[in-house]
Structure formats: C-alpha cells, structure tokens
C-alpha cells in the first residue's frame, strides 16, 4: 500500500522481495553518483558485498526502508531509502568492524564514517536511547530535481514518528543531500572536511569533486 503518490510516483514501505530490484539501482543509480564512490573509481558495489546485502535486507525486515515507483511505467524503481534504527552499542560495532575491513574505497568510506558517527557523540548529545539512521538514499537519474529525494526524506521521517524514533540521523557525503536535507528542517551538527581527513602519508583520502567538501551530520527531532 502507498504511503503517498503525486505526479505518478507512489512511495511505499520496501519489502525483502524488493532488493532484488534495489541493488541493481542502487549499482546503477547510487555508487556512481555518490561523490566518495565516485571519486574512487573502484567497483565500490562489489566490495564487502555479502555483508553489506545481508545489513541491507536487515534494515528492510525493520519496515524502515522505502521505495518510490513510477505508476506510468509499470511500477519501475526510481527512488529509495535504506534506513534502520542505531543504538549506543552500534557506535563502538562500528568502528570494530571498519577496522576490520580491506583497504579498498568502500572499508575508506566505513572508517571515515565511523570517525564522524564517534565525533557526533549523538546518543549523548541528545540524551536519546535510539535515532533512525537514513543509510542511503537514491533516485533515478531522469527523476532528479523533481523533489523525490525530498518526498523520500519527509516520508521516512513520518515512518520514524509512527514507530517512535526521537530522532533522525542522516551522514551526508554529498553537498546537494546536506542541502536537500537542511531545507525539511534537518540541522547539521558536524562536519569533517575531506581535505583535512588525511592518510598516514599525509594526504586527503577522498577528493571528490566540488561541491562536495564535507561529509554532514543532519539531524532532525522527531
């Protein structure tokens, strides 16, 4: 059943039988937009694959995760959300198992997320128990700047509420996913600035291309 439809594109709860539609999407639409993938030029989506399927799917049995499908196309796959419910012992898990990943691009990425995850101190700083991490969101090339992004977003949002998240959490890579994100009301509480995130040699370890210089934390009360 659709949480929401305009303009054709019905947005509704994911289901595990989905994924198999999602990931093909998210190879296509998502590791060769997303600035720190991109900027890698590895195959980023067929690294810690088998692990990074089975978080997927474990997020989606959650009822947390979200799919937009263009009605005036059979019901094709432009749009999704990806998230789940994180709590305090999930920080230090983290940073375990980034640690523990090879050093291709997507273990980088884990560890410069769990670095801003451990910075943002979220669980503290707010006093909660739980947030709704959004993980990962994407949408078709030929649907971009219509607003889906946002509709996603502030759908997810009502799904934490009904499911009585105080809080959501996004880390954005991406400049135009801070800014998405900061227009629907989400505050940016942290920031890491690539050019400063640096290896042992010295050097930054992701040089996307501008505008993106900052990996975000947004967050919004629920």
Known sequence: MALNTKDGISIRIMTEKDYDSVKPFMREEFFTAEPLSQSTGEPVHLQNEKD????????????????????????RVVGFVLAGAQYPEDVEKHRQEAEELE????????RLLSKVEREANLFERFGVSKVLYSHITSVDESTRGRGLGSRLAATLMEVGRSKGFP????????????RQKEALGMECIHA?????????????????????????VMVIKL
């Open 103 to 110: 050093q291709h691009a997507w273990g980088r990425i884990c």
């Open 192 to 216: 890491v600035a690539y050019a400063d995130y640096k290896d042992s040699q010295g050097r930054p370890v992701f040089t996307p291309k501008p505008p993106h210089t900052h990996c975000r």
């Open 52 to 75: 990074n399927d089975e978080y997927y799917l474990s997020m989606i049995a959650q009822g947390t995760c979200l799919l937009a499908t263009d009605d005036s196309r059979d019901g």
């Open 167 to 178: 809080l959501m959490v996004a880390y954005c890579t991406s400049f135009y996913s801070a």
